[in-house]
Every structure is written in structure tokens, then in C-alpha cells.
């Protein structure tokens, strides 16, 4: 996440004034719901997720070294938050809901056979991301989208790199194996 | 011909292998592993479909409308021994008044009134009790999140108090006949019980916290809170 808060706005946050913390919250909402939607898959979790994180935020807010970079320390709290989030969704009902519809595609114009294949490719790559475990999804999302290290991904979700390598090693297999039937379909 | 494994293919995908000649130049001779390569390429660049929907533009700002109703008011900071006694007050000044109604002569007593303050006092310190008593269940919540470390002692100091107080507001509620409040309030005293006796291993903060999380304690609290705030 890119900074939008400045060290002032950070220290008042962290000495209780909420309206400095309001400012964060303001900040990166966007950000923290892009990373708790692609974890958690829909969106009502993903809404849960980042409300859900802003309050864990300014309860640990008083922790938080200053040193440290605000915005790799929130997709922490972000990540964990959602994949807690995901794990009381699989245990309650076991239920994903597909993307939906309507949801924007990437491009511009592109033609209703193009647009309905992107339907399914994402219809598909949800439900296959459905099936791997919180690790495995976790790990995922933060190398794959937010294009995260090793060494970050496996920091933010407190485990170890080798830990994380194998996770993303079998969710990169499960993927392989889940969208194999469409592979080389579209060009 | 020894081939790289999936997982190398992986790794160089993304920038993390240990980029020895050895892949390189097998990828450069070895016709079978780049159409390998190409294929994870493929499904890696699929799962790029998967778009987060569009935010509104007032998006942070309706975020902050959601968050700020749950945050703490800052008046919360004073010690939590004072709600003890603010309870311990209110239960005392709910039976000064009950005596007074039996002592005084009945012309200088309006009990009407005199029930309506009675109430009044103890709600107010009730609603007090009850968002106290989320902020802390939230803060348990939070714990039994991994990387969050133990409840702090001055935490569990505070849900021994928090409990002393249920009681005293229990033991009130089933006085004036409010069943219903007085179970909820037992349901809280057993949680806080619980706290205050510090649950230090992870499984035992993760069990915690699922029985708050199952018995929707924090809802029946601020559905509690608000109802009472109406009176």
C-alpha cells in the first residue's frame, strides 16, 4: 500500500485523536478492501474485512513502531483479518458466491464472445480460488496481486518462508488444475 | 535430461528462483520446459480476470461512517475501577430509594416519580456497563488472532471488575423483574469469568473468542445498549 498518511497524521492516530485516524481510514479504504475482497472472494466478507481491520488497527495502532512502514503493517492486519474472516465464513456455511456478473472486465470494447469467455474464466478462477485453504489463498493473493516477496508474504501471515513457498506451490497447482479445461481456449 | 520442477518454474515465474545457469540455459535448450513454463504463464495471467468490483468515491468516507460508531468514545479512558464503584452507586442509590419509599411519609414521596429516577440512575450506569463490557469483548475477539499477543494483566484486572459490577446490575435486573437482561448479564458474567482468569495459550484465546463470536455476545450487547439508551 502506498503511503497516504503523513508521520504527523500517524503519531496523533497512535496518541487516541480519531480524527487523525480518520484520515488514515479515509486514506486506505480502498487499498485494504482490493486486498480483503481477493482474499475473502465477495464482497460482503471483503466489507466485513475492512471494517473489521480498521477497528483491529486502532486497537494496535498503539503498538505499532513508527519506524516501521504503515502501509505493509495494515495489508498485515488487512491479511490476517480477511483470512480470519474467510475461515468463520467456510466453518459457518461453507458457501463462495461467484463474482458477480456485472462486475468491470479489463479492456476496452471488447466484443460479447470475449466478454462472455472473461465471465467464465472468472466464474472459473473464483470458484478454484474457492477451493484452497486460507494459507494457500493468503499466500496467493499477496505474492500473485500484491506482488509481495517471499519473505513480506510469509511475515504478514506469520509463518515461514518455507512454509509459505510450499502453500503457494500447491495453490499454484490447484489453480493449474482447476483451469486447465480453459487453457489455450482464448486468444 | 534433468528437468526443473514445477516448483522452479514457479519460483522463476516470480522472480524468486535462484536464477543458476542451470534454468536458464535448460530453458533456452529445452523446448518441453518453456511450453511448460508457458502454460503456468497462462493460468497465472487468467486469474488476473478475477477484478475487485468498483468503490463509490465517498467510499472512504462511508468506510469511517461504519468504523467510528464502533471505536471507543475517549471519556472511556478513566480507570475501570470507577465503574465498579459507579455501579456499586447506582445499586446503592436504587435501594436508598427503595427505602426511602418505605420510611418517609407517604405525602412527601411521589413514588411515581421517585420509580422514575430510580430507573433513570440505573440505566444510565447500565448502558455505561454494557459498552465498556463490548470494548473489552472486542479487544478478546482481537486476540485470538494469532499474531496478537495474550490479554495484558491490567486487561484481566478489568474484566474482574467489569464482573463484579455484572453481578451487582444482575442481582438489580431481576429485581424490577428484568429477566431477560439479568440472563444476558449471567451470559457475560461466565465470559468475563474467563477473561479475568487470563487465557494464555492461543487454543484457549481462539476458543474464547469463538464462544463470543457463537453466541453473538457483542450483537446482544449493543442491541442492549441501544434499547436501553432509549428509556
Known amino acids: 500500500m502506498k503511503a497516504v498518511v503523513t508521520e504527523d497524521v500517524l503519531a496523533r492516530a497512535r496518541s487516541g485523536d480519531q480524527a487523525a485516524f480518520r484520515t488514515i481510514v479515509e486514506g486506505y479504504s480502498r487499498d485494504v478492501f482490493r486486498l480483503a475482497f481477493r482474499i475473502t472472494g465477495n464482497e460482503e466478507d471483503a466489507e466485513d474485512a475492512v471494517q473489521e481491520t480498521f477497528l483491529r488497527a486502532y486497537r494496535k495502532l498503539e503498538g505499532f513502531e513508527a519506524r516501521a512502514n504503515f502501509g505493509t503493517w495494515l495489508y498485515r492486519v488487512t491479511a490476517n483479518t480477511s483470512i480470519d474472516v474467510l475461515r468463520r465464513r467456510k466453518r459457518s456455511d461453507g458457501r463462495t458466491e461467484p463474482l458477480e456478473d456485472d462486475a468491470p472486465s479489463v479492456g476496452i470494447a471488447p466484443s460479447q464472445e470475449k466478454m462472455v469467455y472473461r465471465r467464465q474464466v472468472r466464474e472459473r478462477v473464483e470458484s478454484a480460488l474457492s477451493c484452497l485453504s486460507e494459507l494457500e489463498r493468503g499466500a496467493f493473493v499477496l505474492r500473485h496481486f500484491e506482488e509481495m516477496s517471499l519473505a513480506e508474504v510469509s511475515a504478514s501471515l506469520d509463518t515461514s518462508v518455507s512454509a509459505t513457498k510450499q502453500a503457494l506451490f500447491r495453490a499454484v497447482r490447484k489453480l493449474r488444475k482447476s483451469l486447465a479445461p480453459v487453457e489455450g481456449s482464448a486468444s | 535430461m534433468n528437468h526443473p520442477s514445477e516448483e522452479d518454474l514457479v519460483l522463476?515465474?516470480?522472480?524468486?528462483?535462484?536464477?543458476?545457469?542451470?534454468?536458464?540455459?535448460?530453458?533456452?535448450?529445452?523446448?518441453?520446459?518453456?511450453?511448460?513454463?508457458?502454460?503456468?504463464?497462462?493460468?497465472?495471467?487468467?486469474?488476473?480476470?478475477?477484478?475487485?468490483?468498483?468503490?463509490?468515491?465517498?467510499?472512504?468516507?462511508?468506510?469511517?461512517?461504519?468504523?467510528?460508531?464502533?471505536?471507543?468514545?475517549?471519556?472511556?479512558?478513566?480507570?475501570?475501577?470507577?465503574?465498579?464503584?459507579?455501579?456499586?452507586?447506582?445499586?446503592?442509590?436504587?435501594?436508598?430509594?427503595?427505602?426511602?419509599?418505605f420510611t418517609a411519609p407517604p405525602d412527601e414521596i411521589d413514588p411515581a416519580r421517585a420509580g422514575h429516577i430510580r430507573e433513570r440512575i440505573l440505566l444510565v450506569a447500565l448502558s455505561d456497563h454494557l459498552e465498556q463490557s463490548q470494548v473489552l469483548l472486542l479487544e478478546v475477539v482481537n486476540r485470538g488472532d494469532r499474531s496478537a499477543p495474550p490479554l495484558a494483566p491490567l486487561e484481566r484486572e478489568r474484566a474482574a471488575e467489569l464482573l463484579q459490577a455484572s453481578r451487582l446490575y444482575r442481582q438489580t435486573a431481576f429485581q424490577v423483574g428484568e429477566v431477560a437482561t439479568a440472563d444476558l448479564l449471567e451470559e457475560l458474567e461466565r465470559i468475563l469469568l474467563d477473561v479475568s482468569q487470563g487465557p494464555e495459550s492461543l487454543e484457549a484465546r481462539e476458543g474464547l473468542r469463538s464462544r463470543i463470536e457463537e453466541q453473538d455476545m457483542l450483537f446482544k450487547l449493543r442491541v442492549l445498549g441501544s434499547t436501553v439508551k432509549k428509556f
Do not use: I, N
Not at chain 2, 16 to 28: C, G, N, T, V
Not at chain 2, 45 to 71: F, Q
Not at chain 2, 87 to 99: E, G, N, Q, Y
Open chain 2, 12 to 101: 522463476h515465474l516470480y522472480g524468486e528462483a535462484d536464477e543458476s545457469d542451470f534454468l536458464r540455459k535448460h530453458l533456452e535448450s529445452c523446448a518441453r520446459c518453456r511450453e511448460e513454463l508457458s502454460v503456468l504463464r497462462q493460468v497465472l495471467s487468467e486469474v488476473d480476470e478475477m477484478t475487485p468490483p468498483e468503490r463509490p468515491s465517498d467510499y472512504g468516507a462511508r468506510v469511517w461512517e461504519r468504523v467510528s460508531k464502533e471505536l471507543p468514545l475517549p471519556l472511556k479512558k478513566a480507570s475501570p475501577r470507577s465503574y465498579y464503584w459507579l455501579a456499586a452507586a447506582a445499586v446503592l442509590l436504587v435501594a436508598t430509594f427503595l427505602a426511602g419509599r
